[in-house]
């Protein structure tokens, strides 16, 4: 690459930008610049217009020429000032003879961006091990700047484990590999939740990129991805009066946004956590120190930026170090005002209001020492609660557990039975079967033979449900009498499904003549089980979750006088 070619190439590309959404409620949170029109310069992928850059020591020139392109296009964009920018920036700059720390500041500050708005990408794509001690130093010199930093292609590269610990990054993004189809390879679904739960021990966001379908979007969303990014939310823009500041439409079905709002777990997490304190990004040290001193019960202060998206805490052991010792409060002011509010902000665990209580413990057992939970409900900060709060969660929780629990199964009752199908019915996630089971003519045969022998019966029963599921990912429960409900597990099909049935029915064929021949005066009636399985297309659902209860409720009641296996569409 000559100088001339140099110049063709940068006057040539251009960039187009794709957006980045909150998973939740669609709102943009940044923007990616993606190279464009390489094709027109003689190159057939993005990689090789790097690749001869660097081949021809040129790289880190080119690359800050392609900087400033990028960002000069981006405040184009509506309300810029309030989203962030992704740029990808390729490793081995490092490498170049020409490289120098301290380029980028110039460029922001002349079209008047802030740092904490720009996000350095790196790719797993190019090994680095060997660069480590550059690779450390540049991103410290990066993060000691206040420039966010992103894991770019997380899963598909060298470094891995290695790369995530030494980058410390703001964001990683989970490869497109992972992504594809996890709705249905429960292997690829299990490996990402692992990323993600990792990733949120770390203070650390993850967009899933690449999603390009609203079951892909749906799986993302419930283990816990905090963004989204791909073709199903829009494909890359060269044109930015086409990008959007919302895409709530594009990320849901039918606009359907619910979210279980009557689950008491979740109100006992909102009980527990404070919502009453938190500080902008912009506050003023003297604004810090005056907040811990009106509230002298107040250990951490949380940090949201100028979306409202949580960033971390302050600790005030932190601000005491400097206000416990002579002249220590300028000296706070003179560091605050020298490094930034950055200099102070911890990161600390970041889950979204509906995480199971196990798995907030979880996140809070890996660390030796936690100072709290920032909570968020859609991305968005709620409050933080701390590990003495969670304990307190979990007791009040087993209660909930303990009274909603069928008295004579200890399986779970209606309650949990409802919430499990309200979840289905909010995930929107395609087809799934619901079977309910039921003893014939149980009522007759309680009022002929009494309610000890049925309750007896009902609990065999209880047995060999427990027996048959895989505990592990499918849910029953007991929905009072000789009713009871299984939801399969997300894995299950229609054969393993079929299998089940079977298996439950002739369990209790079997077992049912031992019982009954221990008993006098054997009763006459024929005891056997009406099994139901209700399969429902949730992701295409029109009427409300009451309406759908009321529809099971009327066809298992239909159903019920039939003693057979009834696969219902």
């Known amino acids: 690459m000559d100088r001339l070619k140099y110049k063709k190439i940068i006057s040539t590309v251009d960039f187009a930008f794709q ?38 020591k040129m790289l880190y020139k080119f690359e800050l020429a392609l900087r400033r392109k990028a960002i000069e296009k981006f405040t184009q964009i509506s309300d810029y ?30 079209f008047g961006l802030r740092k904490s708005s720009f996000y350095f990408e790196l790719s797993e794509r190019y090994e680095i091990n060997l660069l480590y001690t550059k690779t450390k130093a540049m991103l410290e010199q990066y993060k000691k700047q206040h420039y966010k930093i992103v894991l770019d292609d997380y899963g598909s590269g060298y470094s891995g484990f290695q790369m995530l610990y030494l980058s410390e990054p703001d964001v990683i993004k989970i490869d497109r590999f992972f992504i594809d189809s996890i709705d249905k390879d429960i292997q690829k679904k299990f490996f990402t939740e692992q990323i993600v739960n990792m990733a949120h021990i770390m203070g650390t966001k993850v967009v899933a990129e690449g999603v390009e379908t609203i079951d892909e979007i749906n799986i993302c969303r419930d283990i816990g991805c905090d963004f989204l990014q791909g073709y199903k939310v829009q494909k890359p823009q060269l044109k930015t009066e086409n990008l959007k500041n919302n895409y709530k439409s594009e990320i849901y079905l039918s606009g359907n946004t619910n979210r279980r709002e009557n689950d008491p777990v979740k109100k006992l997490v909102t009980k527990s956590f404070r919502t009453d304190i938190s500080i902008g990004y912009d506050s003023s040290p003297e604004s810090i120190i005056s907040l811990f001193n009106r509230n002298t019960n107040l250990s951490i202060l949380p940090v949201v930026n100028h979306s409202g998206q949580p960033l971390g805490i302050i600790n005030e052991k932190d601000i005491k170090k400097y206000l416990y010792t002579g002249n220590g409060y300028f000296l706070f002011i003179n560091r605050f005002n020298s490094e930034g509010i950055d200099w ?54 087993k209660l909930i557990h303990d009274r909603d629990q069928n008295p004579v199964t200890k399986m779970p009752g209606i309650s949990e039975i409802h919430r499990q199908i309200e979840k289905l019915y909010n995930s929107k996630s395609g087809e799934k079967s619901i079977i309910i089971i039921d003893i014939d003519n149980f009522r ?92 429902i297309d949730f992701s295409r659902l029109n009427i409300s979750f009451n309406l759908l209860m009321e529809r099971i409720s009327h066809l298992r009641k239909k159903e019920k006088k039939v003693p057979r296996f009834l696969p219902h569409k």
Do not use: W
């Open 444 to 535: 007759e045969f309680n009022k002929n033979h009494g309610f000890r022998l049925g309750d007896r019966i009902i609990i065999f029963l209880a047995e060999i449900i427990k027996k048959n599921i895989n505990i592990s990912v499918d849910f029953a429960g007991h929905h009072g009498g000789d009713n009871f409900f299984i939801i399969p597990g997300k894995h299950n099909n229609n054969k393993v499904e079929t299998d089940l049935v079977k298996g439950i029915k002739s369990d209790f064929d079997d077992g049912i003549i031992s019982i009954l021949k221990d008993v006098d005066n054997f009763p006459d009636q024929k005891v056997s089980l009406s099994i139901i399985r209700i399969k």
């Open 344 to 397: 102070f902000i911890k990161k600390v665990p970041i889950v979204e209001i509906n995480t199971s209580i196990e798995k907030m413990l979880s996140i809070a057992a890996t660390k030796n020492e936690i100072e709290g939970i920032i909570i968020t409900e859609n991305g968005l900060y709620r409050g933080v609660i701390d590990p003495f709060n969670l304990l307190k969660i979990v007791n009040e929780r």
């Open 81 to 110: 000032t309030s989203k962030s920018l992704f740029y990808n920036i390729d490793n081995r700059v490092l490498e170049m003879p020409d490289y120098s720390p301290g380029k980028t500041s110039g460029i922001l500050n002349q």
């Open 19 to 56: 957006p980045i959404v909150n998973s939740f409620n669609g709102e943009v949170f940044a923007y990616e610049a993606l190279l464009r029109n390489y094709r027109e310069c003689g190159f057939e992928s993005i990689f090789d217009v790097f690749d001869a850059a660097y081949e021809a």
